[in-house]
């Protein structure tokens, strides 16, 4: 009787560190799990972030020689840049772009297409084109802003009330430091982040206008 009870006990600890085991190996693959899928989100973001900031450009204008800035509004949590996206056999066509972060704290894309008036393009309308949403909860403070702007020497731009650029700072945007903190929606206790960071130069601060 008493080699039974040894050998149920025995058991029952066994049973106890494999059910503790299984635990523990469940929740660090969920764990991964979302970290991975955080990390594919955070990434596909930034390569589109990324994609149009580097092809932002300055626009001509029909009545001055001024051109307008690459960067019609910039912040610390959003940016609007005109970019060269779209190019067809008749030449190349900007868009209006931003960035922005909804109440969620999602990171969404907005667009509007030009309209061609005369040899310059415009953006009458204030309707989008489009709209789409690239990330999952974002982490942004104002010691790791979603966005930086930095001159030709590489210095930080200090904005106003929000990391707000004047016009004047905006013309002087010559690359943006971008700061991906997204959250792992494991459900879990622990709060898991996956932190992405690049800078991105502006290399067509040229005139666009159609030829």
Not at 43 to 64: C, D, F, K, P, Y
Not at 200 to 208: I, Q, T
Request: hydrophobic share 40%; net charge negative; glycine share 6%.
């Amino acid at each position: 009787m008493s080699e039974l009870l040894v050998s149920m006990l025995v058991f029952s600890v066994l049973l106890t560190v494999v059910a503790g085991m299984y635990v523990s190996i469940t929740r660090s693959s969920n764990q991964s799990q979302a970290i991975d899928a955080s990390t594919r989100v955070a990434a596909n973001a930034m390569n589109e972030v990324s994609l149009v900031i580097r092809n932002g450009t300055t626009i001509t204008q029909a009545s001055t020689t001024d051109l307008i800035a690459a960067f019609p509004e910039a912040k610390s949590d959003s940016l609007t840049v005109y970019s060269i996206l779209d190019s067809t056999s008749a030449g190349l066509t900007p868009v209006k772009v931003q960035f922005w972060i909804n109440a969620d704290r999602e990171l969404i894309e907005t667009r509007w297409a030009a309209t061609k008036t005369g040899e310059y393009w415009t953006w009458p309308s204030s309707t989008p084109s489009t709209s789409r949403n690239l990330s999952g909860s974002l982490l942004v403070s104002e010691e790791k802003p979603l966005f930086t702007y930095l001159d030709e020497a590489g210095t930080k731009i200090t904005g106003g009330t929000n990391g707000t650029l004047s016009p004047d700072q905006r013309a002087k945007v010559t690359s943006v430091s971008i700061t991906m903190r997204v959250e792992a929606a494991d459900g879990g206790a622990d709060l898991r982040t996956v932190d992405l960071d690049n800078v991105v130069g502006v290399p067509n601060l040229g005139n666009v206008r159609q030829e």
